[in-house]
């Protein structure tokens, strides 16, 4: 497994397990556990949550069927997690809203911390920007859970650059990565200044979905249908799966993109994996670039 140095004392894996369909696949005890390992054992051994995933119950199942039955296995992972949106009927409100205050921020980060059935993060990341909360009040919080060993390192997820800066003044200590929606369907931010900030940073993203929520292989859209045609035409002359090769087009990015996978199927997984194998040339890239947009470069 390849990994990557975020920061001082952070190397995580370039392929990071996502736990948000815990639930919908209805992956609890023996099952969750066994999966847990096969990850641990190909080198894949960060899992990344969130409170909302599975409407606050996915950290949950982790936390019972693996830490809590093998609680040995913390020392072999990493976990990641998130703090600032709040679901409806979460708090007596009748809709979802974004809430990076220091007092939302740190009650997510206990109540996570419960479910999981550990005294600490890895790593927290600020789910969504929050507008109405002044960047020195999320920054304050965040210092503050590093201080109580609650989290060792912190960044944030779906944030703009100028977000990204607005916050990080506000910091001491450094923000690690940013995730956000890289896939061959969601190619915007090579373009729109994002990638840029990252390696002027020095920022190593993680991608969200960075299969296209699987609407390739089956969707109906016009660019689904060029997509699936491009990408299947050029995973059967690597003679590798497609979901294979729509990974290692992330992977071929200079950015050194970490992705978070959406599957509990382990051979997804080692597909994820064996990507890192790859390396597409700068035709191959910029054709799926163009199945991706409708076009190729001018």
Known sequence: MQTLQMTEGLTLPRVIIGCMRIADSHMEG??????????IELGADTFDHAPVYGGYTCEKYFGDAVLRKEPQLRAKMKLITKAGIVLPNRLGNARIYYEASRQSILRDMDESLERLGTDYVDLLLVHRPDPLTDPAETADALETLVRQGKTLHVGVSNYTPAQTEALQRKLSIP?????LEFSVKAADHFFDGVSDDLFTRGMKPMAWSPLGGGSVFSGTDEQSVRLRAALGEMAAGH??????????WLFTHPLNILAVTGSMDIRRIQNAVNALQIQLTHEEWYRVLAASRGYDVP
Do not use: K
């Open 30 to 39: 023996e099952a969750l556990l066994r999966f847990t390992r096969q990850c």
């Open 175 to 179: 923000l690690v990565t940013n995730q």
């Open 239 to 248: 003679a590798i799966p497609v979901d294979t090769l729509m990974y290692a």
